[in-house]
Protein backbone atom coordinates (compact mmCIF):
# COMPACT_ATOMS: atom_id res chain seq x y z
CA UNK A 1 0.00 0.00 0.00
CA UNK A 2 2.58 2.79 1.08
CA UNK A 3 4.85 1.78 -1.90
CA UNK A 4 2.42 3.22 -4.44
CA UNK A 5 1.40 6.22 -2.36
CA UNK A 6 2.91 9.46 -3.24
CA UNK A 7 5.60 10.41 -1.05
CA UNK A 8 4.09 13.82 -0.23
CA UNK A 9 1.00 12.03 0.70
CA UNK A 10 3.01 9.57 3.20
CA UNK A 11 4.67 12.88 4.35
CA UNK A 12 1.26 14.67 5.29
CA UNK A 13 -0.17 11.30 6.79
CA UNK A 14 3.36 11.29 8.63
CA UNK A 15 2.96 15.11 10.38
CA UNK A 16 -1.03 14.23 10.91
CA UNK A 17 0.04 11.49 13.19
CA UNK A 18 2.00 13.56 14.72
CA UNK A 19 -0.29 16.11 15.09
CA UNK A 20 -3.01 13.68 16.18
CA UNK A 21 -0.11 12.61 19.07
CA UNK A 22 0.43 15.68 20.02
CA UNK A 23 -3.26 16.99 20.29
CA UNK A 24 -3.82 14.02 22.20
CA UNK A 25 -0.98 14.02 24.68
CA UNK A 26 -2.04 17.93 25.68
CA UNK A 27 -5.63 17.91 25.65
CA UNK A 28 -7.13 14.71 24.20
CA UNK A 29 -8.95 14.01 21.19
CA UNK A 30 -5.80 13.69 18.95
CA UNK A 31 -8.68 11.60 16.89
CA UNK A 32 -10.33 14.51 15.34
CA UNK A 33 -6.88 14.97 13.32
CA UNK A 34 -6.08 11.55 12.41
CA UNK A 35 -9.56 9.80 11.55
CA UNK A 36 -9.76 12.86 8.81
CA UNK A 37 -6.54 12.33 7.38
CA UNK A 38 -6.40 8.44 7.50
CA UNK A 39 -10.10 9.13 5.99
CA UNK A 40 -8.39 10.48 2.96
CA UNK A 41 -5.83 7.71 2.37
CA UNK A 42 -5.80 6.44 -1.10
CA UNK A 43 -7.01 2.72 -1.31
CA UNK A 44 -8.12 2.86 2.44
CA UNK A 45 -11.67 2.11 3.19
CA UNK A 46 -13.58 4.32 5.58
CA UNK A 47 -13.80 1.00 7.77
CA UNK A 48 -9.62 0.33 7.84
CA UNK A 49 -9.52 4.35 8.44
CA UNK A 50 -11.97 3.98 11.64
CA UNK A 51 -10.59 0.90 12.44
CA UNK A 52 -6.84 2.18 12.46
CA UNK A 53 -7.79 5.49 14.51
CA UNK A 54 -9.72 3.21 17.19
CA UNK A 55 -6.59 1.03 17.81
CA UNK A 56 -4.33 3.98 18.29
CA UNK A 57 -6.98 5.32 20.63
CA UNK A 58 -7.31 1.69 22.48
CA UNK A 59 -3.73 1.97 23.76
CA UNK A 60 -4.30 6.04 24.41
CA UNK A 61 -6.89 4.86 26.88
CA UNK A 62 -5.49 2.05 28.25
CA UNK A 63 -2.46 4.51 29.14
CA UNK A 64 -4.20 6.85 30.66
CA UNK A 65 -6.96 4.37 32.44
CA UNK A 66 -3.62 2.69 33.83
CA UNK A 67 -2.67 6.09 35.47
CA UNK A 68 -5.88 7.15 36.36
CA UNK A 69 -5.79 3.98 38.44
CA UNK A 70 -2.51 4.49 40.20
CA UNK A 71 -3.39 8.47 41.24
CA UNK A 72 -6.78 8.11 42.06
CA UNK A 73 -9.23 5.90 44.46
CA UNK A 74 -11.40 3.42 42.39
CA UNK A 75 -14.47 2.08 42.89
CA UNK A 76 -13.54 -1.52 41.15
CA UNK A 77 -17.04 -2.78 41.54
CA UNK A 78 -17.98 -0.30 39.17
CA UNK A 79 -14.98 -0.28 37.07
CA UNK A 80 -14.24 -3.85 36.08
CA UNK A 81 -17.80 -4.52 34.85
CA UNK A 82 -18.10 -1.21 32.98
CA UNK A 83 -14.91 -2.28 31.24
CA UNK A 84 -16.43 -5.36 29.97
CA UNK A 85 -19.59 -3.86 29.16
CA UNK A 86 -17.76 -1.07 27.01
CA UNK A 87 -15.68 -3.71 25.43
CA UNK A 88 -18.38 -6.09 24.22
CA UNK A 89 -20.34 -3.10 23.12
CA UNK A 90 -17.79 -1.74 21.24
CA UNK A 91 -17.22 -4.93 19.20
CA UNK A 92 -21.00 -5.20 18.78
CA UNK A 93 -20.48 -1.12 17.30
CA UNK A 94 -18.22 -2.37 14.99
CA UNK A 95 -20.15 -5.53 13.78
CA UNK A 96 -23.05 -2.56 12.93
CA UNK A 97 -20.68 -0.74 11.39
CA UNK A 98 -19.21 -2.93 8.98
CA UNK A 99 -22.79 -3.25 7.71
CA UNK A 100 -23.48 0.11 7.09
CA UNK A 101 -22.57 1.06 3.14
CA UNK A 102 -19.40 2.95 2.73
CA UNK A 103 -21.91 5.85 0.94
CA UNK A 104 -23.69 6.46 4.20
CA UNK A 105 -20.91 5.88 6.63
CA UNK A 106 -18.57 8.56 5.41
CA UNK A 107 -21.08 11.20 5.98
CA UNK A 108 -22.26 9.98 9.46
CA UNK A 109 -18.50 9.38 10.52
CA UNK A 110 -17.98 13.22 9.35
CA UNK A 111 -21.13 14.37 10.80
CA UNK A 112 -19.93 12.99 14.37
CA UNK A 113 -16.69 14.23 14.19
CA UNK A 114 -18.02 17.69 13.53
CA UNK A 115 -20.45 16.82 16.64
CA UNK A 116 -17.81 15.68 18.81
CA UNK A 117 -15.52 18.80 17.95
CA UNK A 118 -18.42 21.05 18.57
CA UNK A 119 -18.88 19.39 22.02
CA UNK A 120 -15.37 19.44 22.81
CA UNK A 121 -15.77 23.30 22.18
CA UNK A 122 -18.46 24.26 24.10
CA UNK A 123 -17.65 22.43 27.12
CA UNK A 124 -13.81 22.09 27.64
CA UNK A 125 -14.30 21.69 31.17
CA UNK A 126 -15.87 18.47 30.80
CA UNK A 127 -13.80 15.98 32.52
CA UNK A 128 -12.75 17.98 35.47
CA UNK A 129 -14.87 16.51 38.04
CA UNK A 130 -12.88 13.23 39.49
CA UNK A 131 -15.69 11.48 40.77
CA UNK A 132 -18.11 8.80 39.65
CA UNK A 133 -21.36 10.23 38.69
CA UNK A 134 -23.38 6.61 38.43
CA UNK A 135 -22.11 3.93 40.06
CA UNK A 136 -23.62 0.05 40.49
CA UNK A 137 -26.03 -0.67 37.69
CA UNK A 138 -26.99 2.90 37.08
CA UNK A 139 -23.32 3.12 35.66
CA UNK A 140 -23.00 -0.20 33.72
CA UNK A 141 -26.35 1.10 32.31
CA UNK A 142 -24.53 4.52 31.48
CA UNK A 143 -21.41 3.21 30.12
CA UNK A 144 -23.47 0.80 27.63
CA UNK A 145 -25.45 3.50 26.60
CA UNK A 146 -22.53 5.60 25.60
CA UNK A 147 -20.54 2.70 24.31
CA UNK A 148 -23.54 2.32 21.91
CA UNK A 149 -23.10 5.22 20.54
Known amino acids: ?10 ILMVC ?8 DAVVGGGGLVQL ?26 AASATTYYRRTSNDLKTSLPTAVVAFFASM ?20 ALVGVLLFTVFKPNLGELQQLKHTGGLGIFSQLWVSAW
Open 92 to 111: GGAIVATHIPTTLFKPIIVC
Open 16 to 23: AGFSAGWV
Open 36 to 61: PALMLVPGLTPYQALAVNKLGSVFGT
Open 1 to 10: MFESMDPMTL
